[in-house]
């Protein structure tokens, strides 16, 4: 039997520790970002990675005497106290204001606008071929070559790299792999604490009666059950796929409920609800205590379900 050698996989590197000085979200920054700027995965306010050199030198400790850091730490205590009941009364203020902290209103809206860009590429790409684009394409041995992600870039037109992906090599070439770390913005879903690793927070789900099944290319006149209550993507934080990846998940695999532990589905941003686009190019936001029948329901074409989306908006 011929073997043949593993994929290649893209290749180490080095990170930089951040912290959005905004929003206060910390993340691992490949270093190839150092120096450049561009918005927080979370607050989504533009940020500047620093260097390599220059984040170990602010991490390491300063050289002085003994009698300044005396003088400093005599100074914190006495500050001390009015810091602890500060705290307590914001903490107070927090269980009465959730929203104090931060704004889920200013999350929602990021999250539509993400879907809301996703569709309108779904929409040129169906003009411009006919359908829906496939989960993803495969060689000449059946497997997986190229994400729908990774199908959409010529119709992100505000993605700047979108003329270096390479379609006649696999996704994971050395050509292609230089844009695994730098995921078009509407990818990358406000919050996702993953998103500086170049992991995707959108996914399709794959099933034989489903929009996507590998590299089924669907048309719209085949969802029997109406587009506009039919999935196209759905949020998944932490999912764990990287963006140029051809790999979404199974309907037979996944846990249909949102935001649980055991589920792949949602956001797991405190606020109880996913949002969804549908294949009439709308956007929804459902509540998480959804069943997930009725969520499974939704990513049928053809099961005959009636979903009664009103019921499930938070």
């Not at 306010?45 to 170990?56: C, M």
């Not at 009015?82 to 902290?101: D, E, K, Q, W, Y």
């Not at 119709?155 to 695994?180: C, E, H, I, M």
Request: charged letters at 15%; aromatic letters at 8%.
């Amino acid at each position: 039997m011929r073997r043949t050698s593993p994929p290649p996989q893209p290749p180490a590197t080095k990170t930089i520790p951040f912290t959005c000085p905004h929003c206060h979200l910390t993340s691992n920054v490949s270093e190839q970002f150092a120096g450049q700027s561009g918005p927080c995965a979370g607050c989504r306010k533009t940020i500047t990675i620093p260097g390599l050199r220059e984040s170990q030198a602010a991490s390491r400790p300063r050289a002085g005497g003994t009698h300044r850091r005396t003088l400093l730490i005599l100074s914190t205590i006495g500050g001390f106290a009015a810091c602890v009941c500060v705290i307590l009364g914001l903490l107070l203020a927090s269980l009465a204001a959730p929203n104090l902290f931060r704004s889920d209103q200013t999350f929602a809206n990021a999250r539509i606008d993400n879907l809301q860009q996703i569709g309108q590429a779904m929409e040129k790409y169906y003009k411009a071929n006919g359908h829906f684009p496939p989960a993803c394409t495969l060689d000449g041995n059946g497997k997986p070559e190229h994400s729908w992600r990774a199908l959409l870039l010529p119709y992100l037109v505000d993605y700047p790299f979108r003329g270096k992906y390479d379609f006649t090599v696999p996704w994971n070439s050395p050509q292609n792999t230089q844009l695994a770390m730098l995921p078009p913005n509407c990818f990358v879903g406000p919050g996702d604490k993953n998103a500086m690793t170049g992991d995707t927070s959108y996914v399709v789900i794959q099933g034989s009666n489903l929009v996507f099944d590998k590299d089924t290319q669907r048309k719209i006149n085949e969802i029997a059950d109406g587009p506009q209550q039919t999935l196209l993507v759905v949020e998944a934080y932490g999912c764990g796929i990287n963006w140029l990846d051809p790999r979404d998940p199974q309907d037979t695999a996944i846990d249909w409920t949102v935001n649980t532990p055991t589920s792949q589905l949602g956001a797991r941003l405190g606020d109880g609800t996913i949002f969804v686009l549908t294949a009439d190019g709308k956007v929804h936001r459902i509540t998480d205590r959804i069943p997930s029948d009725q969520l499974r329901g939704m990513a049928t074409i053809n099961g005959g379900e009636t979903v009664p989306m009103q019921a499930y908006r938070p």
